[in-house]
């Protein structure tokens, strides 16, 4: 597997890591616990290096198994977290945005424990909280930095002014913001701000939650514990709407004798050096085919056409974050 630096950093990962929350929550029932503790395993064989996971996912039970996961092979791999939600420790459910110092840190605490490591490799901010400056936010990372209990400080969802803010504080390492064929807001300010300050970019979702693989269609039903039930971008008529995109990945798969989620990762890898994708599975085979795209080359041609003929599509119905950036 190849490695990439996010950023002007030290943090070096695999060129593509594995995002984790799928094998817990939101989408569908969650999978045999001990099956997906086998996965990441097989993923560190395979040469991933970075795996993203956070408190909120579950909540909590996402970090206990790859805390688990990971364990025999700690000082082999790079974990990323998340804080930023109020979490009801008896039902487990979720509150509000909670950026406030305090709360940081009782946070990364537990983190550590579910993740049983004396340090987070990478630890972003999971949602802007407009209550607390962002200045703040960094300045208590950067407390915890110089503590040992967390290496290099990121930042989720976040815009171009509030990434320069937390940057003025303390280097941020890495944003991790939506990025993809059907989602490329970033463009427009974050990704030149991350290159003009030299932060890493870690597309989630890069798949588009499984659409841009051309394994859903616009008839395809969701169970109710699956985000995508809900989501104004798998609406029936949106997922119809939006099938040229999947069209034009087969075609271009056709050719390079590979499969639309590779051409869909492929092409975020070839958009700078310091993108690395996050795709999500809860299969082997799945995990195979995502870690196969970082072999894939699209030629500056094939690049021109993919853009020219995204340019045209018009991409029905709103992300489905639940929230919007803040600056």
């Known amino acids: 597997m190849q490695k990439r630096k996010l950023g002007n950093s030290r943090l070096e990962v695999s060129a593509v890591g594995l995002g984790c929350m799928g094998m817990s929550v939101n989408y569908g029932p969650p999978p045999d616990r001990q099956e997906m503790i086998a996965l990441i395993r097989a993923a560190v064989d395979r040469g991933v290096t970075f795996f993203d996971t956070a408190e909120i996912y579950g909540p909590f039970t996402n970090e206990e198994l790859v805390g688990e996961g990971l364990a025999p092979f700690r000082d082999q791999v790079v974990i990323a977290t998340k804080f930023g939600f109020d979490i009801d420790l008896e039902t487990r459910q979720r509150g509000g945005l909670n950026s406030r110092p305090e709360h940081i840190r009782q946070a990364v605490e537990a983190s550590l424990r579910r993740l049983r490591t004396e340090a987070i490799d990478l630890l972003y901010q999971h949602r802007v909280d407009p209550n607390v400056p962002i200045e703040d936010v960094a300045g208590t990372v950067k407390d915890l930095i110089a503590e040992g209990k967390v290496r290099y400080f990121g930042l989720s969802e976040a815009g171009a002014q ?38 890493g970019f870690v597309p989630w979702s890069p798949l588009g939650q499984g659409f841009l693989t051309g394994k859903v269609d616009a008839v395809m039903t969701f169970h109710t514990s699956d985000v995508r039930s809900w989501f104004p971008r798998f609406t029936p008529d949106a997922r119809k709407a939006n099938q040229p995109i999947v069209d034009l990945l087969h075609d271009i798969a056709g050719r390079k004798k590979a499969t639309l989620a590779q051409i869909a990762l492929a092409w975020l890898l070839a958009q700078k050096p310091w993108i690395v994708p996050i795709p999500g599975t809860r299969k082997l085979h799945r995990l195979d085919e995502n870690l196969g795209a970082a072999a894939i080359e699209l030629t500056s041609d094939d690049l021109f056409e993919i853009d020219a003929a995204i340019s045209k599509i018009k991409v029905q119905g709103a992300r489905g974050t639940g929230r919007e950036r803040y600056g």
């Open 162 to 199: 509030t990434i320069r803010r937390a940057h003025a504080v303390h280097p941020v390492a890495a944003v991790q913001n939506e990025y993809s064929l059907w989602a490329r807001d970033s463009e427009a300010e974050v990704l030149p701000t991350c290159e003009e300050l030299g932060i």
